[in-house]
């Protein structure tokens, strides 16, 4: 398994500005992925983190939107921008390694925007 | 495309009371079904994965099992500390990268 890590917890931001979310993993890992997670709703996927190229994107999520990092097998970065209240939700990290199919998730960063 | 169903969305149980979650799938070639325990204000906890009908996992009082269309989670004789919403997920080859296509969950609440 693999022990996730994010920052921050949470936040509260104002219209218009933009949030950095971070995801650690304790090793090195395949794949990395970014979920939403709205109010009383269940995981919605917005993109799979590629290390060192361009992150693949779900139907109804882009790259201008929620830019993603991920230089190198630990590590990735989501960023909300431009943010409205429509954004306010949970934002979750996941990783799997190689020969498992299951993702191990992350605590989740609570993101109100006012 | 991928779909699953969980019932019920909630649950209410006096300890002690052992019951079923349900989860119906709909997918193209399954590759793995897995049990995830939320806890609120948390992330999904890994629970269990389910490759093929038959199969049976089981973790404390919880046990996982997988036929061609659903899948139940028994929870035998529940603490309140089983209280949790669980999440069923499906991956299949369809769909990018091999994402999770999840269920809404079943809130579960266990009385003292």
């Known amino acids: 398994s693999a022990v996730i890590s994010q920052k921050p917890s949470r936040d509260i931001c104002q219209r218009g500005t933009s949030l950095t979310i971070q995801c650690q993993v304790d090793s090195q890992v395949t794949m990395m992925f970014w979920y939403r997670q709205q109010p009383g709703q269940s995981l919605t996927l917005i993109a799979t983190?590629?290390?060192?190229?361009?992150?693949?994107?779900e139907s109804g999520f882009v790259i201008d939107k929620f830019p993603i990092s991920r230089p190198n097998l630990t590590f990735s970065t989501l960023t909300v921008s431009n943010m409205s209240p429509e954004d306010s939700s949970i934002y979750l990290c996941s990783a799997k390694t190689s020969g498992v199919y299951e993702q191990y998730f992350g605590p989740g960063t609570r993101l109100t925007v006012t | 495309e991928d779909q699953v169903t969980q019932s019920p969305e909630a649950l209410r149980l006096q300890e002690g009371e052992s019951s079923s979650l349900n989860c119906s799938y709909t997918?193209?070639?399954?590759?793995?079904l897995f049990w995830y325990r939320q806890d609120p204000g948390k992330g999904p906890e890994f629970l269990f994965t389910?490759?093929?009908a038959g199969e049976e996992k089981e973790k404390e009082r919880l046990k996982a099992t997988l036929t061609k269309k659903e899948s139940f989670l028994h929870i035998t004789a529940p603490k309140p500390e089983d209280s949790a919403t669980y999440l069923c997920?499906?991956?299949?080859?369809?769909?990018?990268?091999?994402?999770?296509?999840f269920g809404s969950g079943t809130q579960l609440t266990v009385l003292p």
């Open positions: 997918v193209s070639g399954l590759r793995g």
């Open positions: 983190a590629n290390q060192g190229s361009e992150a693949t994107y």
């Open positions: 389910l490759y093929s």
């Open positions: 997920a499906v991956q299949s080859p369809s769909g990018s990268a091999r994402q999770l296509t």
